[in-house]
């Protein structure tokens, strides 16, 4: 009996997901989608080849390992998601966060990278395929748009302060990885630059322009480092020629071949996971928010749905696939995404085809790579992170209001400050605390009677009213945070020497919970002590089950109860009225009660 229950309870919990979604697009693929899929999957792997070199560069690890991570995401995120929309790979935001979550675990040699990396990108796959399988995605919208802001645009600074060392031909010693600690070890070996590397960078970055200004359909970033190694020919002709035969040696890229690509399951010791488990959350996090937002984008162009959780699952398991590998860590790619789309890719195929394409040039061009001088690579990943800083982001979220640009300069100084994964854990944490102290004061609007002898909310310290009544509107959240503000409050109301009895219309309090259950348990029990007593009226259906659960109501007293009635919005105020006049010991009296209009901006 124990089986088919458990057996229950997993098909319930990943019924929302399809696990092989490309048997059903296999099922209906036709030579028409076929032809569309490879022409777009040529176009992709021509620009991912070498934006892949760049985002291992970017990580300080091997170029390869970035191309591997591009071919196995290309090939097995597609399988698990079925859809077209979102390109899987690296991207700058993760590469560079990846960087830093290495340099924080003490992974200073190549060797101690390469060890810790699979154990990393697995654990990242862990994370999202259980997000995907648990309906994460749908959470990752509450994660503020200023938080990521902040966190791409330190990126992007570090992107380009890590580069400058690989640009001016100098190796750094002493660095922790962090944007202070590269700009003060650069700085302090400046007599090592090298000219020819300078040189070499600038008109490698001068072609790249060249071909996106005038010839933008052409794969700029292939053109511009073959154009590289003809420039680093020319560059040491030139010095051989009018320096006597002495010529400067510019840093090139490794040679690398079959060995490189190799099935091995990551070290998962309980060291290991210990020094990768804050980085591997922080880039999960990322990724979801990168996957999410960029399908979403290309999906409504396309004037088609997007599954984010299906998506989601098909990124975790890209991730587990690049773990095994020893790829780079997987995620959305906004550029590689938008040019599947624009070149007609019709359906998941066309990744597939652009990973297969991407194992041969992996295989076929790794004796090639010492051509390619480290320092015009580098000027190009420089101009990638430019191109990461939002400018019109960046003038919005410092403008908008006083939190949002404190959480966007306090994320950003964090991120330039300490590792990247402590600037976005931080960055989240501060927009919390803020989204907390904004819903956590709730509107408290005390009734009283006017002159006229009608029931309205009470202006100023006027005497014209009953002093032994008062009626309290609460609207707002009752949740842990604004418990105390609302405990205080109330206490200030009591406090009143001719107060006899408190009336909480609780039909506009939402998300009470047990503190605030427990906060207004107290307050009964200290109005009752002091000769006082509370009626709440207009109590919805959720609010009276918390008050059944957490046992108030024998402490409020079910006489004191009046819930709510929809049907009739003033009769449970009516009756907790004369319920206080009989408390009073007076006589019954028909009671109207008026409520101050919202305006129209709040409605």
């Not at 560079?96 to 675990?105: D, E, G, R, T």
């Not at 409504?300 to 998506?311: L, P, V």
């Not at 709730?442 to 909310?457: F, H, K, M, R, S």
């Not at 009769?571 to 010991?585: E, Q």
Request: aromatic share 10%.
């Amino acid at each position: 009996m124990k089986k088919p229950r458990i057996f229950g309870r997993w098909h319930a919990l990943l019924e929302h997901l399809n696990l092989f979604p490309i048997r059903t697009v296999a099922a209906q693929y036709t030579r028409a989608d076929a032809a569309a899929d490879l022409k777009s999957s040529i176009n992709v792997a021509l620009l991912t080849f070498p934006m892949g070199m760049a985002f291992a560069l970017m990580a300080g690890l091997p170029v390869q390992i970035g191309i591997i991570g591009c071919a196995v995401a290309a090939v097995i995120g597609p399988i698990f998601s079925g859809t077209r929309f979102l390109s899987f790979g690296p991207s700058n935001a993760t590469a560079v966060m990846l960087l830093s979550a290495l340099a924080a675990a003490g992974a200073e040699t190549a060797d101690a990278r390469m060890a810790l990396l699979p154990t990393i990108v697995f654990l990242v796959g862990i994370f999202m395929v259980l997000a995907a399988v648990f309906r994460v995605a749908s959470f990752v919208q509450y994660i503020s748009q200023t938080v990521v802001t902040g966190y791409i645009t330190a990126a992007a600074i570090l992107i380009m302060a890590n580069q400058l060392p690989n640009l001016l031909g100098v190796t750094l010693r002493g660095s922790e990885g962090t944007f202070y600690s590269v700009v003060v070890c650069t700085i302090r070996q400046w007599q090592e630059i090298h000219p020819a590397s300078f040189v070499l960078a600038a008109g490698t970055l001068g072609v790249y322009l060249l071909v996106r200004k005038f010839c933008p359909k052409l794969p700029d970033m292939s053109i511009a480092l073959i154009a590289s190694c003809f420039l680093m020919v020319a560059v040491n002709w030139w010095n051989e020629y009018f320096h006597g035969g002495v010529t400067q040696t510019v840093a090139t890229l490794e040679d690398f071949g079959l060995k490189e690509f190799k099935f091995s399951f990551p070290d998962m010791s309980l060291g290991a996971v210990n020094s990768a488990f804050s980085a591997a959350m922080a880039i999960a996090i990322l990724g979801m928010i990168e996957g999410s937002s960029i399908g979403k984008s290309v999906a409504a162009r396309a004037g088609e749905r997007f599954n984010c959780n299906q998506e989601l699952f098909g990124l975790g398991m890209a991730n587990l696939g690049c773990g095994l590998f020893g790829g780079m860590q997987a995620s959305g790619s906004l550029t590689r995404s938008a040019l599947t789309f624009t070149s007609g890719a019709k359906t998941a195929f066309a990744g597939i085809f652009s990973g297969l394409i991407l194992f041969v040039a992996l295989f076929g061009t790794g004796d090639l790579m010492h051509f390619i001088p480290k320092p015009a690579l580098a000027a190009l990943v420089m101009f990638a992170g430019t191109r990461l800083i939002n400018w019109k982001s960046i003038r919005l979220v410092t403008s908008a209001t006083l939190g949002d640009r404190a959480v966007f300069l306090l994320t950003l100084i964090s991120g330039l400050l300490a590792p990247l994964d402590v600037a976005i854990y931080f960055g989240v944490g501060l927009s919390i605390i803020l989204f907390l102290r904004k819903t956590s004061t709730p509107e408290i609007v005390e009734y009283t009677y006017n002159e006229q002898g009608e029931l309205a909310e009470k202006i100023g310290d006027s005497e014209n009213r009953d002093p032994e009544v008062s009626i309290v509107h609460i609207d707002g959240n009752l949740y842990f945070g604004s418990a105390e503000i609302f405990q205080d409050q109330l206490r200030r109301m009591l406090a009143d020497p001719n107060l006899r009895v408190l009336i909480l219309k609780f039909r506009n309090a939402h998300h009470l919970d047990a503190t605030s259950a427990m906060l207004l348990e107290e307050l009964v029990r200290s109005a009752r002590a002091a000769g006082r007593s509370i009626i709440i009226c207009e109590v919805r259906p959720e609010v009276y089950r918390v008050f059944r659960a957490a046992k108030l109501i024998p402490v409020i007293g079910r006489e004191n109860i009046f819930r709510d009635t929809p049907k009739n919005l003033t009769l449970s105020a009516s009756r907790a009225i004369r319920h206080a006049y009989k408390l009073l010991g007076g006589k019954e009296a028909r009671v109207s009660i008026y409520a101050k209009p919202k305006a129209p901006e709040a409605a």
